[in-house]
């Protein structure tokens, strides 16, 4: 019933946001940690290139596929020098695929790492790869078909579909992969999918009073069941949750915007600059003006 109502409220809500690209460049973009509101996935082509987190650093092999997800600060890299940096590289929203998902299979899985911001790498088989590099350049392909018709048309509305549906074979065969999504995991698929779906619904809506009365009622389910579910899931109670990803999203705009702190509190969903500042200061140890200050460095 949760993972149901959920799955129309987003389609009722939110837009279906969906981009892809093949990058073929002599280095990356990025030189310091940033995130994304939306899911980011990456395939690697060539053999140079790694992901720089928060608590570490991953090397992204050719033919590996890497899965960040919503709100994960992060940057790529290039590992080695000379040489092009290849890559595909796919942004989306949870809402995308949401209505593709079923309780016994919910697509997002294989971006599960428990509730820690960290990258999640899969080392598909030689078999997979050309499977995997099939539907990208189907989904490049069909992109491109819809972008050549209007907007809204019936031509460009069936390319949007095969591509969703691409993107669909393409994370249900990580999820074969990855069976447990990265995390093992005693409670149901029913009840795995429901956490999920919550703990996108917090990633969207973090900038607003986000109460458990209020997210019981948006799936269905009583404060109690909420509890459990999620804790069980995510090994996170709601509220920590919640104030984590407040927390990751105040630090990528203390350091990547010259926003006030004052404002950036309101923006990350606190009501008044000391509130703010008490939960900062209580998870990272120093208050937003001086980790701002340091540059990020706590």
Do not use: W
């Not at 029913?190 to 917090?202: M, N, Q, R």
């Amino acid at each position: 019933m949760a993972a149901n109502h959920r799955r129309s409220a987003c389609l009722e809500r939110f837009p279906q946001t969906f981009s892809i690209q093949r990058k073929v460049t002599p280095d990356t973009e990025k030189r310091r940690l940033h995130l994304h509101e939306q899911l980011e996935l990456i395939v690697a082509v060539s053999d140079n290139m790694g992901c720089q987190y928060e608590t570490g650093s991953l090397p992204i092999p050719a033919g590996s596929v890497l899965l960040l997800d919503a709100l994960t600060p992060h940057y790529i890299y290039k590992s080695s020098p000379g040489g092009m940096v290849d890559r595909y590289v796919l942004y989306f929203s949870s809402e995308y695929v949401s209505s593709l998902s079923v309780p016994e299979l919910n697509l997002l899985r294989c971006f599960y790492r428990n509730h820690t911001p960290v990258p999640g790498l899969v080392s598909p088989p030689e078999g997979e790869r050309l499977a995997i590099r099939r539907l990208l350049d189907e989904m490049l392909l069909s992109t491109a078909q819809a972008a050549d018709h209007s907007p809204g048309s019936l031509e460009a509305l069936t390319y949007g579909m095969q591509t969703r549906f691409l993107l669909g074979q393409l994370l249900a065969l990580l999820n074969r992969m990855c069976p447990h999504g990265g995390a093992q995991t005693a409670a149901s698929p029913e009840a795995v999918s429901t956490a999920l779906f919550i703990k996108s619904y917090i990633q969207e809506h973090y900038s607003r009073p986000l109460r458990a009365d209020d997210l019981a009622r948006e799936f269905y389910i009583s404060k109690t069941q909420l509890y459990k579910t999620f804790h069980q899931v995510l090994g996170i109670s709601v509220g920590g949750y919640i104030t984590q990803i407040r927390i990751i999203k105040a630090k990528d705009l203390l350091v990547n915007s010259s926003y006030p702190v004052e404002l950036i509190a309101g923006k990350v969903g606190y009501q008044n600059l000391s509130a703010f500042s008490r939960a900062f200061k209580a998870h990272v140890g120093v208050t937003p003006n001086t980790f701002r200050r340091r540059g990020g460095g706590s």
